[in-house]
């Protein structure tokens, strides 16, 4: 009896578990109609304890100064700004008819108020960028109101590039009221930008509202979902499966699915240049690369336009340390002489061979091609007597290695903090410069010492651009690290979805709305 | 029953011990600059030496290690695992925060694991040797071989990208849980098929089943009471150490299905080198394997005769 009733009952119960799981989702209209789901690969709220709460690309709050579209700076809660001769007092004038999320106007003791709290705080974490007053604004002596719509910021020493320093996160406004005694926001962010952050639950999904009051261009969406989905397989199947219709910030979409996806007629790819830029560091100081022939023969010996290729097109190639979105690039020719390359290691290393240690970080495998990329430079340098052994690294370990100098070149990136690029030209080009310590690459020269104090010196914007530009070349010869591409940021949306493009920094998630 | 419990806490109580030591020693044998890292969170920023030793002094790394053990292992005692050196948030709070979310993964997992294990395994010992004894040994040794990881991304893509039966990722109702919980259930219920299988063979050639189909008892009765009887004090050990081991599958899982649980904490944790975070899960892990341990010892001791005897003799 058991032997015939047992497999009736399984059947049973499988075909009704089957029936089950094989209704189909309802679909949400409502999600369909009015709500955008857009998903990014991390929480772009680290909340209350961030320094900014949420990230500039969800335009809930605005900063003083944005990047223009030449990546200069240009007034977003401004109107205008003036420098004093000396170039040691600047006059800002506040936008008028800004409303904060919560009613009130925005005024100059706003953003004094703003300032008291970076100053508090700084420096402060996030995984945006970090909140540091002396580094983003060096020298600050005071910052005072004049007016409801005028506040002065004063300096010990000459900052006619002030403007350029501020571009979004550096001058980033939130309400006083927003924080607690620690510098902590005491609830949901308060903002002046074209959407409120209505709610957000940790590393799932945050929830933005179209600010009604905003003193610009409305919003093009009503309401927009952000969810975090941290694996780049499942956000390219959540775009399939029409569950969310876009992707948004570094990383949203690697070069490899975005080519996949942009074989489907459903889904459009937008790529812009971003303010990051690729390198081959190298660890200098006593190192057997601190013979500077032998890191040009790595540049010329590198086929950049081939390591392109690994990124599906989705980078430029670039001989220049300063990335092609900042106001002061200049163009740097490209050499690719594998001959040459070859012949000027000869004259370093003779008849021999040099073994040399490639170190790549886990988290820019998750991102970028560095496996391939490895695999490729050590193709490359094999004909200049370089026998190159890779090896990855998790970015704890990375670091340290990195800083202790115990490696020969790494895989490594540098984003832009603002549009001024003396920061990061002097962490850099001096031996006790920040990035030089952290990569222990240990560089100096006289005369770029002495460029950078003349840059520094200089209150003449032109003439200062021309000094960055010298620097810019003396750089490109002489190598401290090598540059090998202009990174691209690539998102993907649904052709439902229209006005939303990528910009140097983030999309226009302000302006994307239903294409009907 | 009460001293045998007892006896067990007592021995548990050195493991957990143990286990905040090694937490803590990972955590400082490690390589990386935790103060560093937290400083360059977005891989862009350079903060100074200065800044650096600055940040070492406010997170209490520059103490010697014995002070900060005593200091951390204090905290634990109250229920508090520290701050995350990343997000300057409570590892405590985001511990509870996630621990609903994996729980009840965990739990899905392991009731599926339950459905699909224990019936076709117990259904292949009895009829043992038929085509579907075969075919299921077969599906046993592909379920314990399959990659969790592909078998996650196979599943999104038919029953998510091409079906849209069920959603790729996320929380929000029952429906998000299958995927996740089928793939984490199936080492659990491959390995539940060979167990149960081999313990219905070895009841069903036990001379109390042969005395109870003599006695005339129902086919069915003999099966499901007088052989599984025997079987069941292994299924639980197994079941119950199984808890445990999950938390650790839930990691790739989490990740994968975008589930805000403490395996995606954990991950991050690790990562970022986040002390405060790494020995808060190792500890967690720990006591979970203690706990479900315990209580399977327990469910043992209640079900198997034997086992009661023989602490009474001890």
Redesign the interface.
């Known amino acids: 009896m058991f032997n015939t009733i047992l497999p009736h009952r399984l059947t049973a119960a499988a075909l009704a578990a089957l029936v089950a799981l094989a209704a189909p989702i309802a679909p949400d209209a409502n999600a369909q109609t009015r709500e955008m789901v857009m998903a990014a690969p991390r929480d772009l709220a680290p909340g209350a304890e961030d320094a900014y709460y949420v990230s500039s690309i969800l335009y809930v709050w605005e900063p003083l100064v944005q990047f223009g579209p030449d990546g200069g700076p240009v007034p977003q809660l401004l109107s205008g700004w003036e420098m004093s001769e000396d170039a040691t007092r600047w006059t800002f004038t506040l936008r008028d008819g800004v409303t904060w999320h919560n009613g009130d106007a925005l005024t100059a003791e706003h953003v004094v108020g703003t300032f008291e709290r970076i100053i508090q705080v700084s420096p402060k974490r996030s995984p945006f960028y970090s909140m540091h007053i002396d580094r983003a604004y060096p020298g600050l002596v005071a910052i005072e109101a004049q007016d409801a719509l005028t506040f002065t910021m004063e300096f010990d020493s000459p900052r006619p590039t002030l403007p350029h320093q501020m571009v979004n996160f550096s001058s980033a406004v939130f309400h006083p009221d927003n924080f607690d005694a620690d510098g902590n926001f005491n609830d949901l962010v308060i903002g002046t930008g074209p959407f409120r952050l209505v709610s957000h639950t940790p590393d799932q999904e945050l929830v933005l509202e179209r600010f009604e009051e905003y003193w610009g261009t409305p919003a093009g969406t009503e309401r927009v979902v952000v969810r975090t989905i941290p694996d780049a397989d499942t956000r390219a199947a959540a775009l399939r499966a029409e569950e969310i219709v876009g992707v948004m910030d570094l990383g949203a979409m690697p070069p490899e699915q975005a080519a996949s996806l942009a074989e489907d007629d459903r889904f459009e790819l937008n790529a812009h240049p971003s303010s990051i830029s690729h390198f081959l560091h190298v660890s200098g100081g006593d190192g057997p690369l601190s013979d500077m022939r032998l890191r040009q023969a790595i540049s010329m010996a590198i086929d950049r336009e081939a390591i392109v290729q690994l990124y599906r097109g989705f980078t430029t190639p670039t001989a220049n340390f300063l990335n092609v979105n900042n106001p002061f690039h200049i163009d740097v020719p490209l050499v690719h002489d594998p001959e040459a390359a070859a012949d000027l290691a000869a004259e370093v290393l003779g008849a021999e061979r040099m073994d040399i240690r490639l170190i790549i970080p886990s988290w820019g495998v998750a991102r970028y091609p560095y496996r391939a990329q490895a695999e490729l430079i050590q193709f490359m340098l094999q004909p200049i007597g370089l026998d190159v052994t890779i090896q990855l690294l998790d970015r704890a370990a990375f670091n340290e290695v990195r800083q202790s100098g115990d490696y020969d070149l790494s895989l490594s990136t540098l984003g832009l903090p603002n549009a001024d690029p003396i920061t990061v030209f002097r962490d850099y080009f001096t031996r006790d410069g920040a990035m030089s310590v952290r990569n222990a690459i240990g560089y100096e020269n006289p005369d770029m010492t002495a460029l950078l104090e003349a840059a520094l010196a200089e209150r003449d914007l032109d003439l200062r651009a021309g000094i960055y530009a010298d620097i810019q070349r003396l750089a490109a010869t002489e190598l401290p690290t090598i540059p090998l591409m202009n990174d691209t940021t690539v998102i993907v949306h649904h052709v439902d979805v229209v006005g939303y493009r990528q910009t140097i920094y983030g999309g226009t998630l302000n302006t994307a709305a239903w294409a009907d | 029953m009460a001293a045998y419990v007892l006896r067990r806490l007592l021995l548990a109580a050195p493991v957990l011990f143990g286990a905040t030591l090694i937490a803590f020693t990972l955590g400082v044998v ?5 103060a ?14 200065a ?1 650096i030793a600055a ?1 070492r002094t406010e997170l209490g790394l520059d103490r010697p290690l014995p002070v900060q053990y005593v200091s951390w292992l204090g905290n634990v005692l109250t229920g508090d695992f520290g701050t995350s050196i ?4 409570s590892v405590s709070e985001e511990f509870a ?1 996630r621990l609903p979310t994996t729980l009840a993964l965990a739990a899905s997992a392991l009731v599926l694991a339950i459905l699909i294990g224990l ?1 076709s395994g117990l ?1 292949m010992g009895y009829w043992a040797q038929s085509f579907g004894d075969r075919a299921g040994r077969v599906v046993a040794l592909a379920l314990l071989s399959v990659p969790g990881f592909w078998l996650a ?1 196979m599943l ?2 038919v029953f ?2 091409t ?9 929000g109702s029952w ?1 998000h849980m ?1 995927l996740p919980a089928l793939v984490l259930s199936t080492g659990m219920a491959a390995l539940l098929m060979r167990l149960s299988r081999a313990v219905m063979l070895e009841a069903l050639a036990g001379a109390h089943i042969t005395a109870a189909r003599a006695r005339g008892l ?3 009765r003999v ?1 499901l009471i007088h052989a599984l009887k025997g079987a069941a004090a292994p299924l639980i050990t197994v079941i119950g150490g199984y808890f445990g081991a999950i938390l650790g599958g839930s990691v790739i899982v989490e ?4 589930i ?1 649980g403490i395996g ?1 904490y954990a991950v991050e944790g ?4 986040d002390y405060p975070v790494i020995q808060g899960y190792v500890l967690f892990t720990a006591a979970v394997y203690v706990v479900f341990n315990l209580a399977a010892d327990v469910a043992c001791f209640v079900v198997n005769p034997q086992l009661r005897l023989g602490a009474r003799v001890a």
């Open positions: 490690a390589p990386g600059d935790p560093a890292g937290a400083l360059m969170q977005s891989g862009f920023d350079a903060p100074t030496q800044e940040m990343y997000t300057d948030r925060r019936p259904a991304l999104i893509l998510a990208e079906l849209r039966w069920l959603p790729t990722s996320g929380l429906r299958i129902a086919e069915i099966v990740v994968i299905f975008a805000p995606q690790i990562f970022r080198r």
